[in-house]
């Protein structure tokens, strides 16, 4: 079974959802303490959602500097699996996993209900099951998750095929800017979740676990999971205790 | 070993939307107030540095000011000496503020 490590941060409050999650996805779903400098030989890591460290100072960066997050980072640049939900979107960019910030909603409110977004890969490690581009519909929970980046960053990320979900209206049309009730927190160019230059690492802010069990209202986010689930299967490094 | 202190003043970049001071700003007009505009909100981290000279622990405050306190991507931030007398001054004239 591959195993897939959900990073506990003290803070977090979607890693139970997230294991869950990955279960229901086929992993071996592993809780990964903060202070452990080691990800027990976990195939893929998950930064799960929540508010880790109290987000004090800026949503995400104090989280950057904690043991596991050094691992992580290590992990990331040997080319190992890594997938941030809302927070975890936050700490990635805060260490610079993934490119551009995510700023205060600009409705200033903290915003939790449905969206809706599409895939615009379905070729990476966390979309390759989604099947159809969407419109999936999942469920955000953010104070922080206006996305941005200058626009030379931005237009490097739509060139590079680095935007990975973006948010939709009902008809599936891309969200407009400020305003427009479909891009709920006003990120630049409707983005709701972007990929690394190396196709490794991602983050988004709308939460696959909690959109992955028909009981939750719906399973659009499970195809995300099984993806990575199904790609970290693929790159299953030698588990510990193996070499003998 | 000397201790020196300084403040770290952390705001929105220039061009970068502010919703905090935006909303601030929204506010003024309940307070009777006009012609107030460029509201900007950030945040300020005062800390103690000891070291052997002022250079050296400002070294350390901008080495924390560029990689914790502020995210370069889309805040900026000063730093101010905060003496020892200035400190005290400032306590004094704020003790006499409140008489």
Redesign the interface.
């Given at each position: 079974m591959t195993r897939v490590g959900v990073v506990v941060f003290p803070g977090s409050n979607c890693d139970r959802d997230t294991l869950r999650g990955l279960e229901l996805a086929g992993a071996e779903a592993v809780p990964l303490w903060h202070e452990q400098g080691s990800l027990d030989g976990c195939a893929a890591v998950v930064l799960p959602g929540g508010f880790a460290y109290g987000d004090y100072l800026r949503a995400g960066v104090i989280a950057r500097f904690s043991p596991v997050m050094r691992a992580v980072a290590a992990f990331a640049g040997e080319g190992g699996l890594v997938l941030g939900i809302c927070n975890g979107f936050q700490v990635l960019a805060e260490a610079g996993l993934v490119p551009g910030a995510l700023l205060r909603n600009r409705g200033l409110r903290f915003l939790g209900r449905d969206v809706q977004v599409v895939a615009e890969r379905l070729d990476t490690p966390f979309t390759s099951l989604v099947g159809e581009r969407g419109p999936l519909r999942m469920p955000i929970a953010h104070g922080e998750g206006c996305y941005f980046a200058d626009e030379a960053t931005l237009d490097g990320l739509e060139r590079d095929g680095q935007v990975l979900f973006r948010y939709v209206d009902g008809n599936g049309m891309q969200a407009g800017a400020e305003g427009d009730p479909a891009n709920p927190n006003g990120s630049l160019r409707a983005i709701a979740g972007v990929v690394n230059a190396r196709g490794n690492v991602a983050g988004l802010m709308p939460h696959p676990e909690r959109a992955s069990d028909r009981l939750l209202g719906s399973e659009d986010g499970l195809p995300i999971l099984r993806s990575l689930v199904e790609a970290a299967s693929r790159a299953q490094r030698v588990p510990v205790g193996a070499a003998r | 070993m000397t201790e020196f202190r300084f403040a770290v003043n952390v705001v929105p970049k220039p061009g970068?939307?502010d919703?905090?001071g935006r909303?601030v700003e929204g506010s003024l007009a309940h307070l009777g107030v006009e012609g107030v505009s460029g509201v900007r909100v950030g945040?300020r981290v005062e800390l103690s540095v000891a070291a052997a000279s002022e250079a050296e622990a400002r070294a350390t405050v901008e080495r924390l000011a560029q990689e914790?306190?502020s995210?370069p991507?889309?805040e900026a931030f000063e730093i101010d000496a905060l003496d020892g007398a200035k400190a005290q001054a400032s306590a004094a004239a704020a003790a006499g503020g409140a008489r």
């Amino acid at each position: 079974m591959t195993r897939v490590g959900v990073v506990v941060f003290p803070g977090s409050n979607c890693d139970r959802d997230t294991l869950r999650g990955l279960e229901l996805a086929g992993a071996e779903a592993v809780p990964l303490w903060h202070e452990q400098g080691s990800l027990d030989g976990c195939a893929a890591v998950v930064l799960p959602g929540g508010f880790a460290y109290g987000d004090y100072l800026r949503a995400g960066v104090i989280a950057r500097f904690s043991p596991v997050m050094r691992a992580v980072a290590a992990f990331a640049g040997e080319g190992g699996l890594v997938l941030g939900i809302c927070n975890g979107f936050q700490v990635l960019a805060e260490a610079g996993l993934v490119p551009g910030a995510l700023l205060r909603n600009r409705g200033l409110r903290f915003l939790g209900r449905d969206v809706q977004v599409v895939a615009e890969r379905l070729d990476t490690p966390f979309t390759s099951l989604v099947g159809e581009r969407g419109p999936l519909r999942m469920p955000i929970a953010h104070g922080e998750g206006c996305y941005f980046a200058d626009e030379a960053t931005l237009d490097g990320l739509e060139r590079d095929g680095q935007v990975l979900f973006r948010y939709v209206d009902g008809n599936g049309m891309q969200a407009g800017a400020e305003g427009d009730p479909a891009n709920p927190n006003g990120s630049l160019r409707a983005i709701a979740g972007v990929v690394n230059a190396r196709g490794n690492v991602a983050g988004l802010m709308p939460h696959p676990e909690r959109a992955s069990d028909r009981l939750l209202g719906s399973e659009d986010g499970l195809p995300i999971l099984r993806s990575l689930v199904e790609a970290a299967s693929r790159a299953q490094r030698v588990p510990v205790g193996a070499a003998r | 070993m000397t201790e020196f202190r300084f403040a770290v003043n952390v705001v929105p970049k220039p061009g970068i939307l502010d919703p905090q001071g935006r909303a601030v700003e929204g506010s003024l007009a309940h307070l009777g107030v006009e012609g107030v505009s460029g509201v900007r909100v950030g945040r300020r981290v005062e800390l103690s540095v000891a070291a052997a000279s002022e250079a050296e622990a400002r070294a350390t405050v901008e080495r924390l000011a560029q990689e914790l306190f502020s995210n370069p991507l889309i805040e900026a931030f000063e730093i101010d000496a905060l003496d020892g007398a200035k400190a005290q001054a400032s306590a004094a004239a704020a003790a006499g503020g409140a008489r």
